[in-house]
Structures are given as structure tokens and as C-alpha cells.
């Protein structure tokens, strides 16, 4: 069933950002990667930002608090406005030859 989460922690998420040489426009890749590499577990599901709810992947940490190493690089984001819908996605489910996206639903 899926969770909401609310915000994000800014400091931590561009902390990651720049470990992991994330970019805009990427956060299923850039959080697969970090998943696999860290101890950060997966979510994957729905963001609701200032400009309308659009499909989304980020990151929780142990806490549950998420890390969003995505949208902390976009410019005029306020963490404390955004909500989160999503599943957490087991890793072995994260291989990238795996996932792909299903043009017929």
C-alpha cells in the first residue's frame, strides 16, 4: 500500500546531489543509482510540487525522512510544500535492463 510523505530534507538531499553528480530530469536514475549504492531504500510514486502533481522517485532513509536529490536542484523549490505519494521499491526490482516503462498501461 502506498505512504505519503511530506517534504524533504534540503541539506541532506544536496548533499547527495553532489556525491552522486545527480541532474534535473533524471530522478528515477539518479535514485536507482543511489540505492544501490547506499543504504537509502527507494520510493517510487507521485510528487505534488507548486506545479501540479507529476510522476516522481526518491529516496528515505531509515527515519523515513525523505531525500530528494532531484528536486533540491531545482531552484525555488520549498521542501516544506511538497508532498509525496509512493511505494518503496524493493532493490532487486531496480536492475536498469529491468525497468522500463509501459506505453500501453
Known amino acids: 500500500m502506498g505512504q505519503e510523505f511530506l ?4 541539506t541532506e538531499s544536496l548533499k547527495l546531489a553532489e556525491r552522486y553528480d545527480c541532474e534535473i530530469g533524471k530522478c528515477f536514475d ?6 544501490k549504492e547506499s543504504k537509502l531504500q527507494y520510493v517510487q510514486g ?5 506545479d501540479g502533481v507529476e510522476e516522481h522517485a526518491w529516496l528515505i532513509n531509515s527515519a523515513g525522512e525523505v531525500l530528494d536529490p532531484t528536486y ?4 525555488g523549490v520549498e521542501p ?14 531496480l536492475d536498469a535492463n529491468k525497468m522500463r516503462r ?3 498501461g
Do not use: E, V, W
Not at 72 to 75: A, E, G, H, Q, R
Open 46 to 50: 507521485f510528487a505534488d510540487a507548486a
Open 72 to 75: 533540491c536542484l531545482i531552484d
Open 102 to 104: 509501459n506505453p500501453t
Open 30 to 35: 539518479n535514485c536507482r543509482r543511489i540505492a
Open 7 to 10: 517534504g524533504f530534507d534540503q
Open 80 to 93: 516544506s510544500k511538497i508532498s509525496y505519494f509512493g511505494l518503496t521499491i524493493p532493490l532487486k526490482f
